[in-house]
Structures are given as structure tokens and as C-alpha cells.
């Protein structure tokens, strides 16, 4: 449990991380092309990078400040609908909502004829109509993701939120279907490995307690308690790695997906080629120009 714990932190806190970089290399971008460095009396633009800012999530919704995807989406996981909002298409909340409100509603409502019948099918709807809800929920993120407007294709911060979603979601929004089956095949090896060492794991659990009981009416089993003892402990260990895998392979593909939408634009011509040539010099503050040499590089 304090494994799993470990695991869990470490993912919460490498999304931020990554949805953080996001917001700052949008910024530093604004930053670089909108500022006028000779205008002494230029007030400093506020810092839209925050990883989530209230101000600028509602304000985005009042259409009074530019969206960013990442700060609409971390707040469209709480306030639902909000990406809908964004993109103007308010006649889709009447169905999120809908959706959602119907899910949880049939799950309160099973659930209580679970508890008064003590019948099976009960708890099973219950269940299936939260994870409708879920859905709902779910689906609600990534239709907003798919609305939102952007200049640029493929665009990072959308690819990032893409690879949250979904495991390769990101992937196929770059173009890049040939890494869907590593990923996708990376992960499912960890759940197989997961499921089969957890099955092992409670198998010789329960085998040690069986071993080490002192009731004298259960029934002792063939395997000593010492051997039970270590294969229980050899199967707990694999089991938390295969939950460390998952966890890995997760972050893996979150990163690929806005490191590649990134790339995208980059290229490098086969022709590298240095020059050095006189060129006229023009400081800002010299009174005239002045004869130097210059170095271009072409890639």
C-alpha cells in the first residue's frame, strides 16, 4: 500500500510538472515575439503561465482572456462543461450534464435497493452506472480538448492533454501511429504482470496464513510457512514493479506526445554549411556604425 502510495505521488506530481513546462515555453514564446525592448515605459505583462489560475480559467469562459488547454483543462475537471463553454458549444452541456446527473443518480438509486434487497444485480447496475458517469465525465474533457481553437498543428499543449486522456491518444493526434502498439503493448505487459503476480501474491498469502494459523480445526497446507513466506514477499515486490511500469510508461508517452509536437516544425537540411564574411555592425547606443565579421551557419 505505501508502495502503491509512492507510485501515485510521483505521477501526480510529473502531469504537473510536464503541464507547467507547457505553460512556460507558450509564455516565454509571447514573451519573445511581443515585447518591445526599446520602449522604456512598457508596463510588465502579468504571468499567464501558472500551472491553473481561477482568474484566468474564468476569464477564458467569459471570453475576456485568450484560452490556454492546459489551465481549461485541469479546470474542466472540476468545474464540468467549462471547455464546452470555451468553444461556444452550449448545446452540448445540456447532455453532459444530463449524462452525468443520470449516472449518478441510477448508481444512489441501485445502491440503496443493494442495501435493502442484499441482491447481487443491484450492486453490479450501481457500479456500471457510475462508471457511465465517469465516461461522461471523461468524454465531456475530451470533446472540449478536440473544440479548442489553435493556430498551430500539431499543437503541444493539446497532444499533452491528449496523452492524459488516453495512452497514445497524443501519439495519433501527432501523426505518429507507428508508437501506439509500443505503448499501448508496454502497458498491457504491465497489467498482465500485475494481475498475475497480485493472483500469486494472494495465493501464497493466503497459504502463509493458512501455515502459521493456531486454530487447530484448519487444515495445514504442503508448503511450509517459511517457503510461503518468501514467495509471498518475491510476488508482492514483482507486483508493485509491475504498478511502477504502468506508472512509467504513462509518463513516457505524456512527455513523447509534447516533446514530438514540438519537433514538429524542426528540420534540418542535409546541407551544413559556415560562413564568414564582413558585415556592418549597429549598436544601440553607438553614435555610428562600425566594420566587423560575421558567422552564419546554415542547417
Given amino acids: 500500500m505505501k508502495f502503491r502510495f509512492t507510485v501515485l505521488l510521483a505521477v501526480c506530481l510529473l502531469l504537473p510538472a510536464v503541464l507547467y513546462g507547457q505553460a512556460r515555453d507558450d509564455q516565454f514564446k509571447r514573451d519573445a515575439f511581443s515585447q518591445n525592448y526599446s520602449d522604456s515605459t512598457q508596463t510588465e505583462a502579468p504571468d499567464s503561465s501558472q500551472l491553473f489560475s481561477f482568474r484566468q480559467y474564468f476569464g477564458s469562459l467569459a471570453h475576456k482572456r485568450p484560452g490556454q488547454v492546459q489551465n481549461l483543462f485541469m479546470g474542466s475537471t472540476i468545474f464540468v462543461g467549462g471547455m464546452q463553454i470555451y468553444n461556444r458549444q452550449y448545446w452540448k452541456l445540456p447532455i453532459v450534464y444530463g449524462g ?95 494481475t498475475n503476480n497480485r493472483r500469486n501474491y494472494e495465493r501464497y498469502k493466503w497459504i502463509y496464513d493458512q501455515a502459521t494459523s493456531e486454530d487447530p480445526t484448519v487444515e495445514k497446507p504442503p508448503v511450509s510457512a517459511e517457503n510461503a513466506l518468501y514467495y509471498r514477499d518475491i510476488f508482492r515486490r514483482y507486483r508493485d514493479y509491475s504498478i511502477l511500469s504502468i506508472a512509467l510508461f504513462y509518463v513516457v508517452q505524456i512527455v513523447d506526445a509534447n516533446v514530438f509536437a514540438y519537433m514538429q516544425d524542426f528540420e534540418i537540411d542535409d546541407d551544413i554549411s559556415l560562413r564568414v564574411e564582413p558585415t556592418v555592425i549597429t549598436p544601440n547606443y553607438a553614435q555610428a556604425p562600425s566594420l566587423g565579421v560575421g558567422l552564419t551557419l546554415n542547417f
Fill in 100 to 194: 452525468i446527473g443520470t449516472g449518478v443518480g441510477l448508481g444512489i438509486h441501485y445502491g440503496k435497493q443493494y442495501k435493502d434487497t442484499g441482491e447481487d444485480k443491484y450492486k453490479t447496475l450501481s457500479t456500471l452506472s457510475y462508471v457511465g458517469a465517469g465516461l461522461m465525465w471523461w468524454a465531456s474533457l475530451v470533446d472540449g480538448t478536440a473544440g479548442f481553437k489553435t493556430n498551430r498543428h500539431p499543437d503541444p499543449g493539446k497532444a499533452t492533454v491528449y496523452s492524459i486522456l488516453f495512452p497514445g491518444l497524443g501519439q495519433i493526434y501527432n501523426g505518429e501511429y507507428w508508437k501506439i502498439p509500443i505503448y499501448w503493448g508496454a502497458i498491457a505487459g504491465g497489467v498482465y504482470y500485475y
